[in-house]
Nanobody
Framework: QVQLVESGGGLVQAGGSLRLSCAAT????????MGWYRQAPGKQRELVAV???????TYTHSVKGRFTISRDNAKNTMYLQMNSLKPEDTAVYYC?????????WGQGTQVTVSS
């Protein structure tokens, strides 16, 4: 069974930084797609960043230049480095993995950015 475990969320002031981690355990190697989604209260879940097995990255416009997604295939772990955080980044962040035709989701980690 595959499980995704997020960590690294917390409370920071505007302009601060956090690094989120997502560790994949189970029978999975070099997932085809790994990414981060986020959902704020009362809003729809949105894609934040994606990285493929070939290390191609894609970001939503609002985080370009501030967030960096990366992966360590040897550890089956994905990271999201978040710099210059803004209050509008406040949300629950979810790890996402797609391998072949199967999707996996983490439990979510809370990120709160104060003014």
């Amino acid at each position: 069974q595959v499980q995704l475990v997020e960590s690294g969320g917390g409370l920071v002031q505007a302009g601060g930084s956090l690094r989120l981690s997502c560790a994949a355990t189970g029978d999975i190697f070099s997932p085809h797609v790994m990414g981060w989604y986020r959902q704020a209260p009362g809003k729809q879940r949105e894609l934040v960043a994606v990285i493929t097995s070939g290390s191609t990255t894609t970001y939503t416009h609002s985080v370009k230049g501030r967030f960096t997604i990366s992966r360590d295939n040897a550890k089956n772990t994905m990271y999201l480095q978040m710099n210059s955080l803004k209050p509008e980044d406040t949300a629950v962040y979810y790890c996402y993995v797609r391998h072949w035709d199967t999707n996996y989701w983490g439990q979510g980690t809370q990120v709160t950015v104060s003014s």
